[in-house]
């Protein structure tokens, strides 16, 4: 029943019931909330609480009332086949409601309407909706500040909105919008800059005089209506026209809007310091609106990099950036985030592409310029112009700038490093570069050292010598020219790659680096941790005769007394092993100090960040250190601890998963010492019930699979644990090939003990995977069916027989031409049914006959009338060069059954099964070698593949003679067919018969 005006008072009451701090008003007010969504009406209701004079004061209710608006807009304002959805009048009544009330006071809703209009405006916009925008610009005509706010509030979020779409006719009209709506938006845009900059010069002229602001309130509203503005012109530039990269043509509002940006910076900046002290909420909007503008500006460079490379946009622009980095007024040096997206903007210009000299060639007799010359063309002039612009004086400058200021440790790092080493190595280690200022000015020397690693190669080495010798390794206190020495560590480590032409890391090593480990002072944790920062980023310069001396510098690193260097040395001990020139001769004896402080450090840390990372060092020592059978009795503890101590951290449990598998692997089949900690992690990780099946499972699978390839004989828990396989591939097919493998290591390893005890799990997990996934997922699981059928002929079809007939429906379909995946997944499965065939022909003859059978292929349009044994002939025929050669020998004694027949169309086909048969014997068998055929005898576990050997070398169809199989089914059909017989022999090519009689070694 629809909702009415009749229904208000009960709406607002629930409203306000759903905010009650008490469970049992809320829980029902929620209920009868949620039930009432689907309702006709109930978004008109909540308009109409939204929108009530007598409501403006109740605040909390109407935003309540747009939140469940917006919800519902999500799931019903499109038609949907469960739900009647909402109306078409009623819509129409919300689009006019919502259009009617744009002078909302309170922001919070006002912004809630605007996101509610812009999820409309997706949805709606321009089928059901054209007139929005027209709307909205003729409201904009006779607007006061606020309503003028709000209306650009809308804008903002509906282009935002609409700017999302994907297909070609949504950004064909998002271009249109943009056509229509840029003008006017950068003209106000201007037009309020003007305001703003004479408002902020009346507030700075009443700094100290008792003179009241009486316009405050409005300017402030004006500003946010500015930055609004500013937000829709990036929009209508960033998505509402096509990439000057990609279209070559030059993009107007770009060349038109940077320079009026980067001067708006250069006013508004003077105020930065002004405003700190009197107006602290203009304050709040300078930094904001200096970032903002500055981002634009970067983001119109990347966009459209042909058109900011114009001299008049890119050279203002960079000598501008330049200057505020490299000689920053003293305020602007506490402004962080401006300083930030000035390197940002540097940075992007160094490192792009379409400012790189493009080489391309030309055709002779060409007529005009093509769009790859046209592209070098201007990429070759905003080259030059960059050259201009980054003249060595003023790259050394930045170099030097960025090394002495912009690395160096500030006050505040050394006491946040003091009070919590942890919390202030992983914000240094993980951080975004773009969020704080030493990061950036890392990011940024980097791309500028690749720009200029010839230049500035012998900067850096001449700036790290002066810091060396300014600050020997004895020194103790905390001195600008030991934080200056930090510093320029950091550079060189950051820049191994080419610094290594001009520092010699032996050297430098043996010379200083070593030496700074021998002072323990507490105040050189700060040059530690920047060595082990060194040595893991130089490991590809540790040669031989030094790699002795770096494997014990990094022990002592991990022995330091402050978490945030033992933590970095976890860092640098994983590149040093996972080195491909790691020595394990060199390291072994440090093996056992180093497992220690592993298990040291791993109780002493807090944070989770931290015991994922010491997690990580373990994992890649058992996985590249040989070495792990004398500890694995501490490995063994150290896991239960982590796994019982990180029950509420699945990312944490997701590594210990990990180093877990390592651990498997290394142990080899001395696993089961392991089983008792192993066994009860792994049933939780893989049981789809479990509280962590999300996080946990994919990690699981793969440890379930390594415990299984590296089982020498399978114990009663992991044969328990096979029926967990099925509700995984029943909840998807997402781990689909490590649970093929899973199947296969328990055949192979559990032989007839697994198979009489989960046939019917076996037969469910087939038949649910054949028919239900593609065919790389297919080609996975068919060779793990055919294993089974060899191994157990008589046991296996029978079981599987709803498989088998999926198989034979995939053979007899068509649609494989041109499909090499298609081809391979017929011609495996010809093969399974083939070997069915021949070694429990009963069975084949009883399947095929199968009603079931017959249905599925009639609903694949398979003719009735055709005999389905005849049909299989014709794919074994026609597929039998795309299998392997067990499998065309399989296929030639299937064929070679079939001469048996008594169906006088196997006479027909007399000369192609010969054909075949004759191919196959004189083809030879080439998939055993002779190392496959060898036993094992060196009386060591049989290993997973080994076991794989025997089954296959144990193959009946290995055992079976086809040539006198073939010899002795054609006599029984010649008996059978007689003189047709007789004819179709006599029909074959002479060549043909030939070499069949030699193959058959018939006289």
């Not at 919008?177 to 902020?200: E, K, P, R, V």
């Not at 010798?469 to 905390?478: F, L, Q, R, W």
């Not at 004759?918 to 190392?931: A, H, K, M, P, R």
Request: proline share 4%.
């Amino acid at each position: 029943m629809a909702l009415s005006a009749a229904d208000l008072p009960m709406m607002y009451q629930l409203l306000a019931n759903s905010l009650s701090g008490d469970e049992g008003i809320r829980k029902p007010a929620e209920a009868a909330l949620s039930q009432s969504e689907s309702r006709p009406g109930f978004c008109s209701c909540l308009m109409e609480v939204i929108t009530a004079k007598d409501l403006t004061a109740q605040v909390d209710v109407r935003l309540m009332a747009t939140v469940y608006f917006k919800n519902s807009v999500n799931r019903y304002w499109r038609h949907r086949r469960d739900s009647m959805g909402i109306s078409y009048e009623e819509k129409i009544h919300l689009r006019q409601k919502l259009l009617s009330h744009l002078r909302e006071e309170n922001s919070k809703i006002a912004i809630m309407l605007a996101v509610l209009i812009s999820k409309i405006a997706r949805i709606d916009y321009p089928k059901e909706w054209p007139e929005l925008f027209t709307m909205l610009a003729q409201r904009l005509q006779s607007a006061d500040v606020l309503s003028s706010h709000r209306i650009f509030m809308i804008l903002f979020r509906t282009l935002k909105e609409l700017s999302t779409k994907r297909l070609t006719s949504d950004q064909k009209n998002f271009a249109e919008i943009s056509a229509h709506f840029f003008d006017y938006s950068w003209q106000l845009w201007q037009s309020d800059l003007q305001n703003i900059l004479h408002g902020f010069s009346a507030l700075v002229q009443n700094i100290g005089s008792n003179t009241p602001d009486v316009h405050k309130d409005e300017l402030y509203l004006v500003c946010e209506r500015w930055l609004l503005c500013l937000k829709i012109v990036r929009q209508l530039t960033i998505s509402g026209l096509p990439s000057d990269a990609k279209s070559i043509q030059e993009v107007r509002q770009v060349k038109e809007v940077s320079p009026v940006l980067l001067h708006a910076v250069q006013s508004f900046l003077p105020y930065y310091s002004s405003f700190r002290e009197q107006y602290p909420n203009f304050w709040d909007f300078i930094k904001r609106a200096c970032t903002k503008m500055m981002k634009v500006l970067v983001a119109f460079q990347g966009r459209h990099p042909y058109s900011f490379g114009n001299k008049d946009v890119l050279s203002p622009v960079v000598n501008f950036c330049l200057n505020k980095i490299t000689n920053p007024e003293v305020d602007i040096l506490s402004f962080e985030q401006f300083l930030i997206q000035c390197m940002v903007m540097v940075k992007c210009i160094l490192e792009c592409k379409e400012y790189k000299i493009r080489l391309t060639g030309r055709v002779m007799g060409e007529n005009g310029m093509t769009f790859e010359q046209m592209k070098r063309s201007i990429s070759t002039a905003v080259s030059v112009l960059l050259a201009s612009l980054f003249p060595n004086d003023h790259v050394v400058l930045l170099c030097n700038v960025l090394i002495r200021r912009y690395f160096v440790l500030s006050t505040s790092d050394l006491e946040e490093w003091s009070q919590n080493p942890e919390a202030f190595h992983h914000e240094q280690d993980m951080i975004q570069w773009t969020e704080k200022l030493r990061p950036c000015a890392e990011a940024l020397y980097i791309v500028l050292f690749e720009n200029h690693s010839q230049l500035l190669g012998p900067v850096v080495v001449s700036i790290l010598q002066e810091a060396m010798n300014s600050c020997p390794s004895s020194v103790t206190e905390i001195s600008p020219a030991l934080l200056l020495k930090d510093a320029a560590y950091g550079a060189a480590a950051y820049v191994y790659y080419e610094l290594s032409n001009y520092l010699s890391f032996k050297d430098w090593f043996t010379g200083a680096l070593s030496h700074e480990l021998t002072n323990d002072h507490p105040n050189m944790r700060v040059i530690h941790r920047k060595v082990a920062l060194i040595l893991g980023q130089w490991v590809s310069e540790i040669k031989d005769d030094t790699k002795r001396q770096v494997y014990c510098a990094a022990i002592r690193l991990l022995e330091d007394r402050d978490l945030a260097v033992r933590l970095a040395a976890c860092r640098t001990f994983c590149s040093l092993i996972e080195d491909s020139n790691f020595s394990e001769k060199d390291f072994a004896d440090l093996l056992p100090r180093c497992w220690d402080l592993c298990f040291y450090l791993v109780d002493e840390v807090q944070e989770f960040d931290s015991k994922v990372q010491v997690l990580n060092l373990i994992s890649v020592l058992i996985g590249h250190v040989g070495q792990i059978i004398p500890y694995t009795t501490k490995l063994v503890q150290f896991f239960q601890k982590i796994w019982e101590e990180s029950s509420a951290e699945s990312l944490l449990q997701i590594q210990l998963l990990i180093a877990l598998r390592n651990f498997v692997i290394s142990l080899g089949y001395q696993s089961p010492v392991c089983y008792n900690m192993l066994l009860p992690i792994l049933q939780r990780g893989i049981d789809v019930n479990g509280p962590d099946e999300l996080n946990l499972l994919e990690d699981s699978m793969l440890l379930w699979e390594a415990t299984l390839s590296h089982a020498p004989a399978l114990v009663p828990q992991l044969l328990d644990y096979f029926p967990y396989l099925l509700g995984i591939i029943e909840r998807s097919f997402d781990h689909l090939k490590v649970a093929v493998e899973i199947v296969e290591d328990y055949i192979v390893l559990g032989g007839t003990e697994f198979l009489s005890k989960h046939s019917s799990v076996v037969a469910k997990l087939l038949d649910m995977i054949v028919g239900n996934v593609n065919d790389r997922g297919l080609l996975s699981v068919l060779p793990v069916i055919e294993i089974l059928v060899q191994c157990y002929p008589t046991v296996v079809p029978p079981l599987i027989s709803s498989t088998l007939q999926k198989l034979i429906v995939i053979c007899l379909s068509g649609g494989d031409d041109h499909n090499p995946s298609k081809t391979a997944v017929k011609a495996s499965s010809a093969a399974i049914v083939a070997r069915i065939l021949v070694m429990n022909t009963n069975f084949l003859a009883q399947l095929t006959s199968e009603p079931s059978l017959l249905l599925l292929l009639q609903s694949t349009g398979f003719p009735v009338e055709e005999n389905i044994l005849l049909c299989l002939v014709d794919i074994w025929l026609e597929k039998v060069d795309n299998v392997t050669s067990i499998q065309r020998k399989t296929i030639g004694l299937a064929l070679s059954v079939i001469l048996t027949l008594r169906l006088p169309q196997v006479v027909g086909k007399l000369d192609q099964i010969l054909s075949v048969c004759t191919s196959v014997i004189l083809g030879g068998d080439d998939d055993l070698s002779e190392g496959e055929s060898r036993n094992q005898t060196d009386g060591t576990v049989p290993s997973k593949e080994f076991r794989k050997r025997q089954i296959k070398l144990s193959d009946p169809i290995n055992q079976m003679s086809l040539e006198k199989s073939v010899r002795e089914n054609l006599q029984t059909c010649a008996v059978l067919h007689g003189e047709s017989f007789n004819t179709a022999i006599s029909r074959l090519h002479p060549a043909a018969f030939s070499q069949t009689k030699q193959a058959l070694n018939m006289s």
